[in-house]
């Protein structure tokens, strides 16, 4: 089994910065995709930022700029530096992976329990 555990989350006021974690342990033979969604009640789940093996990444238009993606291979760790946030940013974010757990497997999705952030004054 693969577990995501994700920390960071809180409340910030408008301006500020947050940093979000995302550490995958457990059965891991290979770690493709990394990233983050969010959500906030009564809308779909929308993709914020992705980041590859290769670390190519990929954001949302409406956090370009803002938000930066990493991760650490070493670590099986994704991260969300979150600058300059606003209001809107508010939701649960949700980190992925798209995890092989064994050689003779593919590749899964799994998905975090979700971390809350607020922003708000």
């Known amino acids: 089994q693969v577990q995501l555990v994700e920390s960071g989350g809180g409340l910030v006021q408008p301006g500020g910065s947050l940093r979000l974690s995302c550490a995958a342990s457990?059965?891991?033979?290979?770690?493709?995709?990394m990233g983050w969604y969010r959500q906030v009640p009564g809308k779909e789940r929308e993709l914020v930022a992705g980041i590859t093996s290769g670390s190519s990444t990929n954001y949302a238009e409406s956090v370009k700029g803002r938000f930066t993606i990493s991760r650490d291979g070493a670590k099986n760790t994704v991260y969300l530096q979150m600058n300059s946030l606003k209001p809107e940013d508010t939701a649960v974010y949700y980190c992925y992976a798209d995890v092989m757990p064994s050689s003779n497997g593919g590749y899964y999705l799994k998905w975090g329990q979700g971390t809350q952030v607020t922003v708000s004054s």
């Open positions: 457990g059965r891991i033979f290979k770690m493709n995709a």
